[in-house]
């Protein structure tokens, strides 16, 4: 998880095909965008069919539009510059945010969809990264060690948002939000009711609720 979400995983298979990727579009975007969003389509479209069957369909396709759409990132505000061929927000609101809340969805796919919402958080509109928010918040009660991680440390980068698309409590749903969001924090440090020490030493959970604590009660939302 810390290679992943630190962007240390440069010696992976992924990786190196993202990179290959990156660099054809670098001479020849439209064509291979063409060909990439024809192959995207196709997955999905198989996926669509069997979801439980084919969740590696749409795990494929939305790890290959992350890579086909970013052109340039910066590590502390994710993708900056993006391929203009690819329509990232409608990915996100048609494909990605919908694998997320999947209450019956498959780890690896969740994992991914935040990944691809977390890289493009930067580079769509308000509304797209408030839609986001309630789904990364219903993860957070994930079981699953790895899903709940990514989205805390998804909610964590989206709240250090600056500018006009900050996320402020008001804008994620107010004091009902930010109650399950502490919550469910919290409950990441204790699994049926006992401690279990690998799980109860999450960083990324405790850096999320740290950041809520600082933003909300500088802003004064929380007294």
């Known amino acids: 998880m810390e290679r992943e979400l630190g962007g240390a995983d440069v010696d992976t298979r992924r990786r190196s095909a993202a990179t290959l990727l990156r660099a054809l579009c670098a001479y020849f975007e439209p064509q291979v965008t063409s060909v990439c969003l024809a192959w995207i389509g ?8 069997n979801p439980s069957a084919n969740w590696r369909n749409k795990d494929t396709a939305i790890v290959l539009a992350s890579a086909l759409a970013t052109r340039s990132t910066i590590s502390a505000a994710g993708t900056v510059e993006v391929n203009s061929l690819v329509n990232v927000q409608q990915i996100l609101i048609d494909h990605v945010i919908p694998a997320i809340a999947d209450p019956n969805g498959n780890a690896i796919l969740q994992s991914d969809s935040i990944k691809f919402a977390l890289s493009f958080r930067g580079v769509v ?14 993860q957070l009660g994930n079981k699953n060690q790895v899903v709940h991680t990514f989205a805390a440390f998804a909610l964590d980068r ?3 948002i600056k500018g006009q698309n900050k996320m402020t409590p008001e804008a994620i749903g107010g ?4 109650d399950k969001i502490l919550e469910s924090l919290f409950a990441i440090f204790v699994i049926n009711g006992q401690e279990a020490r690998k799980v109860a030493e999450n960083s990324y959970a405790m ?8 933003d909300w009660t500088l802003t004064g939302f929380l007294q």
């Open 207 to 214: 850096q999320c609720t740290s950041m809520s604590f600082c």
């Open 42 to 49: 196709k997955e999905m479209t198989l996926f669509s069919s």
């Open 175 to 178: 004091l009902a939000t930010a």
């Open 158 to 160: 989206i709240m250090s």
């Open 125 to 138: 509109s308000a509304d797209a990264i408030r839609a986001t928010v309630p789904v990364l918040v219903q």
